[in-house]
């Protein structure tokens, strides 16, 4: 009976642990999501990550759950080199990441305001975003020329084409003569023109920005896990002096 218990047991962690690493793995488009990777320990990457987020994203979006004094505790900077490289839009170090430009400028210009970015890896998830700013592609029928195969239709423009360059999307068709019709699925991205970084140094620029969103969205998350592994431990200790004491008192018991 233990046995069988045991099993089942094992059964029912190991569908749950299946399911968990299941999610996510395809965007609402239906296009399969690329695996970010990043690693919140990377103190490095996430200085460059700031870096990032300051210079491309803080014009439009904010994170306004975040203290400039946070980011220099944990990205082990001083407050000079945070107030000289990283504040563009605050005041003072205690202040959250906030932009200049007006929803109402934002929504007339964009057709929609920007969303805050401070819980948006938790939100989407870190292979959405990475996925996300990897998939531009050329789109003549847009707005702004560009579209984004995870999120079509999207009104947020290529801000980093100039790194990137510019790409095309390749489809493989399948004509439908029944219904007079084309099936398109995507092949893949080809580049149309070439951007200032490499797609190597491209593909490090984005895993170290969605490494420091995914820093913002929980800065307490290091030390979450440390306390977690550190509480697992104890319980582990716990259970094997239980055991061994309810033993002792039983041993007579037949």
């Not at 029928?141 to 999207?154: A, D, Q, V, Y």
Request: glycine fraction near 6%.
């Amino acid at each position: 009976m233990k046995k069988t218990f045991h099993k089942l047991f094992l059964g029912a962690v190991g569908v749950t642990a299946l399911s968990w690493s299941t999610v996510g793995a395809t965007a609402e488009s239906g296009a399969p999501l690329q695996l970010a990777r990043n690693d919140v320990a990377n103190t490095a990457s996430l200085q460059r990550g700031a870096r990032n987020y300051v210079n491309y994203c803080s014009g439009c979006h904010s994170a306004k759950y975040v203290r400039y004094s946070r980011l220099a505790e944990d990205l082990l900077l001083t407050e000079k080199q945070v107030t000289d490289n990283l504040m563009f839009s605050g005041e003072r170090i205690h202040d959250t990441i906030k932009i200049a430009m007006r929803p109402e400028d934002a929504s007339h210009w964009f057709g929609t305001t920007p969303p805050d970015l401070s819980l948006i890896a938790r939100s989407r998830g870190t292979d959405y975003i990475y996925s996300f700013l990897k998939s531009f592609y050329l789109d003549p029928s847009r707005p702004t020329g560009t579209n984004n195969l995870i999120l079509p239709g999207t009104s947020m423009p290529h801000v980093l084409w100039e790194l990137q360059g510019l790409q095309r999307a390749v489809y493989d068709g399948q004509s439908d003569a029944e219904h007079n019709a084309v099936h398109k699925k995507f092949k893949e991205f080809e580049l149309a023109k070439q951007g200032s970084l490499s797609p190597q140094e491209y593909d490090q620029f984005v895993r170290d920005t969605v490494n420091f969103l995914d820093y913002i969205a929980e800065p307490m998350q290091i030390e979450r896990k440390n306390l977690g592994m550190r509480v697992l431990a104890f319980l582990i200790v716990f259970f094997l002096f239980a055991y061994f004491l309810k033993k002792e008192f039983w041993k007579d018991v037949k």
